[in-house]
């Protein structure tokens, strides 16, 4: 009697240890499928952030864009009020696709207020000047291929901004100009206008800005159109700093400004209530 409860005793003992093991073994086999989940769903992340910074799409409607703009004002001598408009319909029908820049000022100056990231703003601004050479060549064939005026016996030319005899004057009137174009547009997103309303007050702003520039310079507000209205000299550097860098410079401040006083006019709302 004795060796048999001793025989069930170390039974009983044993059939616990066993079950400890058994316990184990499913906690190791469960990590091994969440692991793979959290790998997965990273990669997916990654791979749909690089589709939401370069979508060709967006690409395209910037081109076509400032191709319609620059043939525009070809075709019109730089008219101001037809830039007015024109770019008033353009950013009522493409703000949807890629938010309707078409101007390298606008796209420096939204990725320097962080509104877009830096890969979108230099696909942009590519597309943009390629937009606007491409209607440099496609104006030219047509002008080309034009008879000859009966009266006059000239050919028809293709319009070009007149080169720079000033210096400081064009640069300032172009970063003056762009200083409150920069800041209707900084109106228009910043204060989450719809397509319509961003469509009037960018053309606006545009207008209002084309005419103060045009104080000092030939008033174009916008360095990719100015390509191709073959603006740029190699051989005077006032080109690039009136019709290149002063609009940049012009757009960023105005944008900052509008982005300070919408900090200052939001803080003290906030403070209030």
Do not use: C
Request: proline content about 4%; cysteine-free.
């Amino acid at each position: 009697m004795a060796k048999a409860k001793s025989t069930t005793t170390k039974d009983k003992t044993k059939r616990p240890a066993a079950a400890k093991v058994v316990k184990a073994e499913p906690a190791v086999e469960a990590e091994v499928p969440h692991v793979t989940r959290v790998s997965v769903a990273s990669s997916s992340k990654a791979r749909t952030g690089m589709n939401t910074e370069l979508v060709l799409g967006s690409l395209v409607a910037e081109l076509f864009g400032t191709f319609v703009l620059t043939a525009a004002l070809l075709n019109s001598g730089g008219n101001v009020v037809i830039a007015a408009v024109v770019v008033m319909v353009l950013v009522m029908a493409l703000s949807r696709l890629s938010g309707g820049h078409l101007n390298p000022l606008v796209t420096v100056a939204m990725w320097a207020t962080k509104q877009i990231s830096a890969v979108k703003a230099a696909g942009y601004i590519v597309a943009q000047i390629v937009g606007a050479m491409l209607a440099l060549v496609v104006v030219t064939q047509f002008v080309h291929a034009a008879p000859v005026d009966s009266l006059s016996g000239q050919a028809s030319a293709v319009f070009s901004v007149p080169e720079l005899t000033e210096q400081w004057r064009p640069v300032l009137g172009e970063a003056l100009g762009a200083l409150i174009f920069g800041l209707a547009v900084a109106a228009a997103v910043m204060g989450r206008k719809n397509s319509h309303e961003s469509g009037f007050i960018v053309g606006g702003g545009l207008l209002v800005g084309l005419i103060v520039a045009s104080l000092g310079s030939p008033a174009i507000l916008n360095p990719a159109v100015a390509v191709g209205m073959s603006a740029y000299h190699m051989n005077n550097i006032w080109t690039f700093l009136a019709f290149a860098i002063a609009p940049i410079v012009g757009g960023i401040a105005g944008a900052w400004l509008y982005k300070l006083l919408q900090w200052d006019v939001t803080g003290q709302k906030e403070i209030k209530d």
